[in-house]
T-cell receptor
Framework: AQSVAQPEDQVNVAEGNPLTVKCTYSVSGNPYLFWYVQYPNRGLQFLLKYITGDNLVKGSYGFEAEFNKSQTSFHLKKPSALVSDSALYFCAVRANTGGFKTIFGAGTRLFVKA | DGGITQSPKYLFRKEGQNVTLSCEQNLNHDAMYWYRQDPGQGLRLIYYSQIVNDFQKGDIAEGYSVSREKKESFPLTVTSAQKNPTAFYLC?????????????FGEGSWLTVV
């Protein structure tokens, strides 16, 4: 069965420090992986995706994510956090089998303290 | 500007009432989706449509209905059969349901039972 896990409900980081939001997945076949951000009372905004190729994917607002096939992970990272990065982050996975269904994680809340 | 418009932003439903959430997109996307978001549970798929006049049930379709009479419109009706409808509802679209395609979201609608 296809699944995605975000093991941390909340991540706290000081402004200017690097941040990591973790995501692991389980799919049959090749995974297609996505990160979204949600600000309060808003829809989800697309940050980046991994389809194929380079394992390091760069996205919007200085975010990047690293695909690790052996660890089945797709962690979101940013070298220097901003207070404005505080939001809810969702990882999503889609397999190229089983009807291309997209599964979303439960979300990780990021707090960046000034 | 191209995008996905959901209305209303806030809606209150009385017990036994049906209510309809509107979703319109001008992105010329073939696929459209409805998700429900509850705290701590991520996003759950209610219905999706790959083409006009066709739609499929998602994971939690009971108590909901949809139509897809036009490419740009995918309204969701929350019927009285949905016993716990209070949630944040997100409409989304993608060029099609191909594996690498990004899903884009509207700003969401809050539904509250009073």
């Amino acid at each position: 069965a296809q699944s995605v896990a975000q093991p941390e409900d909340q991540v706290n980081v000081a402004e200017g420090n690097p941040l990591t939001v973790k995501c692991t997945y389980s799919v049959s076949g090749n995974p297609y992986l996505f990160w979204y951000v949600q600000y309060p009372n808003r829809g989800l905004q697309f940050l980046l995706k991994y389809i194929t190729g380079d394992n390091l994917v760069k996205g919007s607002y200085g975010f990047e994510a690293e695909f690790n096939k052996s660890q089945t992970s797709f962690h979101l990272k940013k070298p220097s956090a901003l207070v404005s990065d505080s939001a809810l982050y969702f990882c999503a996975v889609r397999a190229n089998t089983g009807g291309f269904k997209t599964i979303f994680g439960a979300g990780t809340r990021l707090f960046v303290k000034a | 500007d191209g995008g996905i418009t959901q209305s209303p932003k806030y809606l209150f439903r009385k017990e036994g009432q049906n209510v309809t959430l509107s979703c319109e997109q001008n992105l010329n996307h073939d696929a459209m989706y409805w998700y429900r978001q509850d705290p701590g549970q991520g996003l759950r798929l209610i219905y999706y449509s790959q083409i006009v006049n066709d739609f499929q049930k998602g994971d939690i379709a009971e108590g909901y209905s949809v139509s897809r009479e036009k490419k740009e419109s995918f309204p969701l009706t929350v019927t009285s059969a949905q016993k716990n409808p209070t949630a944040f509802y997100l409409c989304a679209s993608s060029p099609d349901r191909g594996t690498g395609n990004t899903i884009y979201f509207g700003e969401g609608s809050w539904l509250t039972v009073v």
